[in-house]
């Protein structure tokens, strides 16, 4: 992978982390105004759980494994 690369994957990443923490804001909001929609809550927590895998694959693509 090219530094090219790198950097794509880095700022996609850094997007993906943002999103990831905007949407645990939203669903804190929700369940704290008392008149919580539970579908919605578990929708954007789904979302949040994609996210969540999305930048755990970008971190694995950054960081080579090594093996001792």
Known sequence: ????ENEELRQR???LR???RDLDEAIEALMSSGRADVIRIQ???KKKLGLKDNIAK???ALLPD???
């Open 66 to 68: 090594i093996i001792a």
């Open 1 to 4: 992978m090219d530094s090219s």
């Open 13 to 15: 990443l850094e997007e």
């Open 18 to 20: 943002l999103a990831h």
């Open 58 to 60: 970008i971190e694995n």
């Open 43 to 45: 929708r954007l927590k």
